[in-house]
């Protein structure tokens, strides 16, 4: 696999000051309040986890796009040394703190810097800050309405769309599990256990270019049927379909995902359910039909249909039991996520999984997936391992 460039501080910093002048747009908090998870690499170029302790990178209002925003983190004194090693904290203050120290306050304080009153301060906090965190700081502020409020809204706004170092991340690692992916038939054998054939795929995603294993599903028969199974010590049988689910991250935290379905024993091994075939085909028409429907100018719910509808028409609908897709980045599961209410318009940028499946309780189950990338005149696929039964 081809190693993929660092993302720079200059970008970095660019999303520390995109994401100041969003806060002075929307107006919906003072400042931004980040904590360790995807969020803080985003931001940082790391996630930055101190464990029990707060770190929290403040992004302040700022709608000067001349003027670079005065970011400061404040964290740990024992982890300032490595935060300050991170690409995205060149130009930030960095303020260590001990453990006798009100470090809670100390943002507040901070905040109130920036010139604003700590009796009508907004704080706009990210989705991975404890409970713990939250609620200390909504006492300091008095629990008033609205001292605290989601920052989903910016940084959505930021994260799904992606610019061009982290579409070639993407394409990268997709290729990269790509890679693992054709190695599955030779390890599908019968007599294997899921949990055999997962532990090998543990050790080849680890050997094609990711540093970090998210998960590996291998669901045989009618462990297939269960969405969500991971893995057991069931044995695999020729002739029965089995559901590799599999995914990592690259060393700037780049995910990939991707869902194949096999045959024991290879393509002309003797079903062990006639109907397997037949649900397959439908399987693989509503994926491309949801593919072709991932364009610029189209609508979330729009692809999400496109499956659907196609499934449906065949009398599988009800065995169609999730979401069509899920955005893709930094984290494995984040916007745009492509269901069938999301009326959110697609834009070059936006990547995200198309994975239809169709799952027959007691019997077996079937998915496709592949990660896309929305671009100008439509999308980018970064998964092409083949989709039919092998």
Known sequence: MTTT??????????????????????????????????????????????HERLSALIIPQS??????????????AVDAGTLAALPGTADINIIGYTD????????????????????????????????????????????????????????????????????????????????????????????????????????????????????????????GANPHHEHSNRTLQTGEMVVVDIGGADSEGYRSDCTRTYIVGGADAARIDPEMDTMYEVLVSAQAAARQAAVPGARAKDVDDAARRVISDAGYGQFFVHRTGHGIGLSTHEEPFITSTNELVLEPGMAFSIEPGIYLPGRFGARIEDIVIISDDGHIVCNNQPRMLR
């Not at 709608?63 to 740990?76: A, G, N």
């Not at 256990?193 to 050790?203: C, F, Q, R, S």
């Open 63 to 76: 709608s000067d796009e001349q003027r670079p925003v005065h970011c400061q983190l404040i964290t740990p």
């Open 100 to 223: 006798d120290d009100h470090p809670h306050a100390t943002v507040i304080s901070l905040v109130q810097g920036e010139g604003h009153d700590p009796h009508h301060m907004r704080l706009a906090v990210d989705g991975h800050m404890p409970a713990s965190h939250l609620l200390t700081l909504q006492n300091i502020l008095g629990n008033r309405p609205q001292c605290i409020v989601a920052a989903t809204p910016i940084v959505s706004q930021l994260t799904m769309l992606k610019d061009p170092a982290e579409i070639t991340h993407l394409q990268t690692v997709g290729a990269a599990i790509d890679e693992v992916h054709a190695l599955v038939p030779q390890l599908l054998q019968p007599g294997r256990t899921e949990a055999e054939v997962a532990a090998a795929l543990h050790t080849e995603i680890l050997n094609h270019g990711h540093t970090a294993v998210d998960f590996v599903i291998v669901g045989s028969g009618p462990n």
């Open 5 to 50: 460039a660092s993302i720079s501080s200059q970008t970095y910093q660019s999303r520390q000051q995109r994401a100041a002048q969003l806060l002075a747009q929307t107006n919906i908090a003072d400042a931004l309040i980040v904590t360790p998870g995807a969020t803080m690499r985003y931001f940082l170029g790391d996630e930055a986890d101190t």
